[in-house]
């Protein structure tokens, strides 16, 4: 079949990746696919060296409007697709959606979101058009499952674009609350968020902090050099970081709720559960609530894994076999086509 698809198209976002990985996958099972992104990464940028060949030529094949059109990206951007069928694959990132949302996802013939969380978001704020769940991927390949060796100092960490959504400052109270400084443990963070550099200047020598665009090999390698990932957000459409940290076999301690709920697993991850829940602030789109950060939990959890790394480490291999089970791109892509070529079936 043919595809128009409009959306983001950098690299170092959840969108872009998400955009990036769904063309490149659809196109290997046979869609023909024209993508139109926005934000494209441009030839000579860091953008651009994060992307491998196969991916530049998802950005150099001319547009063209086909008969079936899908657009992920907030509900800002739905005006773009111009197709006939107008299918829209987005989130949210609280639990209630705002009028003028409603009113774009409305606008379109077909919705699709990463979770069942989403569809009941969807659906109970207003959405009336069919809603069909497809999850996200993982890169299963580049995030690949290694074996760790004890290591001297244990390192925890956290990345992504580290915000107050995202609780990095209740982690690091968290782990400077629980743990003495002659304890051989260290934190790194690293964010896409240049504001975030502030905390560089953290006194505690155990607190890494960086903030450079980082090609995806080197992100890689950050995953390898860790012994727990943690990741206490309050809310989250997807979130791509514990998903790849589990892939690569790290234990991850993470918030059960919103986006993450379905690899929130005590079986496979150690689940941070909410302190309640708080109005999101500022956002009139979204005017619903996330989850509030319990510090003495994630204090908790954090200490267990440390004293427990036999433990941690047999479900941190337990998690990288569900991200290859359920979640590797080819497996979500799989379902995207078929999707669509139903969709355009039914036409």
């Known amino acids: 079949m043919k595809l128009s698809y409009w959306g983001y198209g950098t690299p170092f976002g959840g969108y872009g990746i998400a955009n990036i990985q769904w063309i490149k996958h659809l196109s290997r099972l046979g869609v023909d696919v024209y993508f139109h992104g926005q934000f494209a990464p441009q030839p000579g940028t860091r953008e651009w060296q994060a992307l491998d060949d196969e991916e530049r030529a998802l950005f150099e094949k001319p547009f063209e409007v086909c008969n079936v059109g899908l657009v992920e990206a907030t509900p800002w951007q739905f005006h773009l697709n111009r197709s006939k069928?107008?299918?829209a694959n987005t989130m949210a990132e609280?639990?209630?959606?705002?009028?003028?949302?409603?009113?774009?996802?409305?606008g379109m013939d077909r919705i699709i979101v990463p979770n069942e969380f989403y569809k009941q978001v969807f659906r109970g704020s207003g959405v009336s058009v069919p809603i069909t769940v497809i999850p996200h991927g993982v890169d299963t390949d580049r995030y690949g499952f290694i074996i760790r060796r004890g290591k001297p100092i244990f390192t925890f960490g956290?990345?992504?674009?580290?915000?107050?959504?995202?609780?990095?400052?209740?982690?690091?109270?968290?782990?400077?609350?629980?743990?003495?400084?002659?304890?051989?443990?260290?934190?790194?963070?690293?964010?896409?968020?240049?504001?975030?550099?502030y905390y560089k200047y953290l006194s505690d020598p155990r607190i890494e902090v960086t903030t450079d665009l980082w090609?995806?090999?080197?992100?890689?390698k950050f995953y390898h050099d860790l012994d727990c990932?943690?990741?206490?957000?309050?809310?989250?459409g997807v979130g791509y970081p514990p998903r790849e940290a589990m892939s690569t076999g790290l234990p991850v301690i993470l918030m059960n709720y919103s986006g993450l709920s379905d690899v929130a697993s005590p079986d496979f991850s150690y689940p941070l559960e909410p302190d309640g829940f708080e109005d999101r602030p500022g956002m009139l789109e979204?005017?619903?609530?996330?989850?509030?950060?319990?510090?003495?939990?994630?204090?908790?959890?954090?200490?267990?894994?440390?004293?427990?790394?036999?433990?941690?480490?047999?479900k941190g291999i337990i998690a990288s076999q569900i991200m290859r089970q359920k979640y590797a791109w080819p497996i979500c892509a799989k379902r995207l086509k078929d999707y669509l070529e139903n969709i355009e079936e039914q036409a």
């Open 215 to 220: 090609h995806p090999d080197e992100l890689v």
């Open 229 to 236: 990932f943690v990741f206490p957000s309050r809310a989250e």
């Open 94 to 106: 609280a639990d209630k959606l705002g009028p003028d949302w409603v009113k774009a996802c409305n």
């Open 85 to 87: 069928i107008k299918i």
């Open 286 to 314: 979204q005017p619903g609530k996330w989850a509030r950060i319990d510090i003495p939990q994630i204090m908790y959890w954090m200490r267990y894994v440390y004293q427990h790394k036999g433990e941690a480490k047999t």
């Open 158 to 197: 956290s990345c992504g674009y580290l915000n107050d959504r995202k609780g990095a400052l209740e982690l690091i109270q968290a782990f400077a609350s629980e743990f003495d400084q002659g304890e051989p443990i260290r934190l790194r963070l690293h964010s896409t968020n240049g504001y975030f550099g």
